[in-house]
């Protein structure tokens, strides 16, 4: 039932199933590979919908640390807000991974409207350190 409120789509990343088709996902999966794909993708990227993504692979040089971490939140934010409808963003934290010097932890929280699901989901992002 609550696949019929939240919605289904092609499974990310792309893949077939079984039978050859696409494969599918629906729900809350559905809702966190939406996600993934809006903050994996950059601007520019897709050429039938040029503004589509999240623009924090412009960041990639810069130094991991408080004010990058802080930027990058807002981008998500904003990125979620604007190509995810489905879902209501309560939180982005950002924060540098202590096991790596060069990768933010991305960690959003959210709720799915039609269900009032609560979910988080981190998601790293890799800078390209300085030699």
């Given at each position: 039932m609550?696949?019929?409120?939240?919605?289904?789509?092609?499974?990310f990343p792309l893949r077939l199933d079984g039978t050859g088709a696409f494969a599918l996902s629906?729900?809350?999966?559905?809702?966190?590979?939406?996600i993934r794909l809006?903050?994996?993708?950059?601007?520019?990227?897709?050429?039938m919908r040029p503004e589509f993504g999240c623009p924090i692979h412009?960041?990639?040089?810069?130094?991991?640390?408080?004010?990058?971490?802080?930027?990058?939140?807002?981008l998500v934010e904003a990125a979620l807000t604007r190509w995810e409808p489905r879902i209501d963003v309560l939180a982005v934290a950002a924060s540098p991974d202590p096991a790596a010097a060069h990768v933010l932890r991305i960690a959003?929280?959210?709720r799915i409207k039609a269900t009032n699901d609560?979910?988080?989901?981190?998601?790293?992002?890799y800078a390209?350190?300085?030699d």
């Open positions: 609550t696949d019929d409120f939240v919605g289904r789509g092609w499974a629906a729900g809350d999966r559905d809702v966190a590979e939406s809006i903050l994996g993708t950059s601007p520019g990227e897709r050429p412009e960041l990639i040089f810069d130094t991991v640390d408080a004010a990058l971490a802080g930027r990058v939140g807002a959003v929280d959210y609560r979910r988080n989901l981190v998601f790293p992002f390209i350190p300085e």
